[in-house]
């Protein structure tokens, strides 16, 4: 069930994702007079076809999910009637074929824009960024932080909920420069902490997390069951709602941050452990999955622990905002993930980062059916995250994609003339194996890290 709810949720953001990208070719062509033979999602055989005159557009969905395409009148691909010669591609002006291949990757941007200012509207609950425990030698000590410290604002823009207040410190740490970091103390005071990283620690983004040493406050909860995850190794131990774990491998558990600890200690190691149902003491073998962690392995069981009304009520805040702050907010977040997308691309070119942070398309299901499950507010989070990283992708100068055509528009306009055929056609080439190679490789790093 797992499997089949993480690729569903993967295929349904994948169908959003390419219909808008491909949706922005086809709806600029049409406006700017060029005629659309066909608007295909996916590749290879068509699996549904739609076309509501026999001249008009051929709509499709094809056998291979994988991407889309439109397909226009072109004499370049193939003979072209007279009666459409004024509606070919290859014939507009230089402006007009700009706009249309540069439509796609703008769409993707419009999407996210779209997605996060109904998120923002709607609004989300949160839990308060109340920071815990402050590790000493991380850069939260060295900044000053202390525990029960609250994040009111980053940078002078409020952050009412723990997601905003880190992805804002993440954002303003990577643009490498000193943040400041408004906190209520947990005496009731205001204080100002400057936090700074040094640039070679930014040249490994994947440690950075770890290095800041910013994490939420935690109470002191009782060890009772919630949930679990449909397929995850508590459900396979036969770990109920409403169980409260007694003990584990003979150690008396007080607390469920003592359980989470014996956990993640003991990642493909069997765990015995006496649980307390309906008044009846239950004995059950439980086998964490091991999980990377930054330090190596640490085990995951996916159990969700029994939360308080009155804890619950403390820490969830409701963060909601009017129409046109939340599409000033929405603009903001989108373009400041496309830059940091942009400098994440420009420091893995330069060897300043890892290629570890690529994702392929195993990681983005998972990371699809782990938004699913934590609400309909994170899956849409997750799909304009995933939109602004596909219009910055097309946008890449590398022949192939949107942005390698552009780049040709750009010399034709310079040099007065398009590139000769054979300059473009071994042009790309080249940008097909760059981008097979980087497919190859984000593949190739989503099956070690399934099986690491």
């Not at 950075?208 to 397929?231: A, H, I, K, N, S």
């Not at 409260?244 to 993640?264: K, N």
């Not at 690529?358 to 849409?380: H, M």
């Not at 310079?414 to 000769?420: A, E, F, T």
Request: glycine share 10%.
């Amino acid at each position: 069930m797992a499997l089949i709810h993480t690729v569903f949720y993967f295929l349904v953001a994948l169908a959003l994702l390419i219909a808008a990208h491909e949706f922005g070719h086809y709806w600029v062509a049409r406006r700017l007079g060029v005629k659309v033979l066909r608007f295909s999602l996916g590749f290879g055989t068509p699996l549904l076809r739609w076309q509501r005159k026999p001249d008009g557009t051929e709509f499709t969905v094809a056998a291979i999910p994988i991407g889309g395409y439109v397909r226009m009148v072109d004499e370049r691909e193939g003979p072209v009637a007279p009666a459409d010669l004024p509606y070919a591609f290859n014939r507009q002006r230089l402006p007009v074929r700009f706009a249309i291949v540069a439509a796609g990757p703008v769409f993707n941007f419009l999407l996210a824009i779209l997605l996060y200012w109904g998120v923002f509207m709607v609004g989300e609950t949160g839990i308060r960024p109340v920071l815990g425990p402050v590790e000493a030698g991380t850069f939260a000590a060295e900044a000053g932080f202390e525990p029960e410290d609250e994040i009111i604002a980053v940078d002078g823009d409020p952050t009412p909920t723990w997601g905003l207040a880190v992805g804002r410190i993440f954002e303003r740490v990577m643009d490498e420069r000193v943040v400041e970091v408004e906190v209520r103390t947990g005496g009731g005071g205001q204080a100002l902490r400057r936090l700074s990283v040094p640039a070679h620690v930014l040249d490994a983004p994947e440690v950075l997390g770890e290095r800041l040493g910013l994490q939420p406050w935690e109470p002191e909860l009782p060890p009772v069951v919630e949930r679990t995850e449909p397929g995850s190794p508590a459900e396979r131990a036969g770990l109920k709602s409403g169980d409260l774990l007694l003990s584990a491998d003979g150690e008396t558990l007080r607390s469920w941050r003592q359980w989470v600890d014996v956990v993640r200690a003991h990642p493909g190691q069997n765990i015995s452990v006496v649980v307390e149902r309906d008044g009846v003491h239950v004995s059950l073998e439980i086998r964490p999955d091991a999980i990377n962690g930054p330090k190596g392995p640490v085990g995951r069981i996916g159990a969700a622990a029994r939360i308080p009304d009155s804890v619950r009520a403390a820490m969830e805040v409701e963060y909601r905002l009017g129409v046109l702050p939340a599409l000033m907010a929405a603009v903001e977040r989108t373009s400041d993930y496309a830059w940091l997308s942009l400098k994440m691309i420009g420091r893995m070119l330069i060897g300043k980062a890892t290629v570890e942070n690529l994702s392929g398309p195993i990681s983005i299901a998972q990371y699809a059916g782990q938004s699913a499950k934590a609400g309909l507010a994170q899956f849409v989070k997750f799909l304009a995250l995933i939109s602004v990283s596909l219009g910055v992708l097309n946008l890449l100068p590398v022949p192939v994609l949107d942005g390698g055509h552009l780049m040709f528009y750009l010399i034709e306009a310079v040099k007065g003339g398009p590139l000769s055929e054979r300059t473009q056609m071994l042009a790309q080439q080249v940008g097909l194996f760059i981008l097979i190679a980087l497919m190859a490789l984000a593949f190739m790093l989503d099956i070690e890290r399934l099986f690491s």
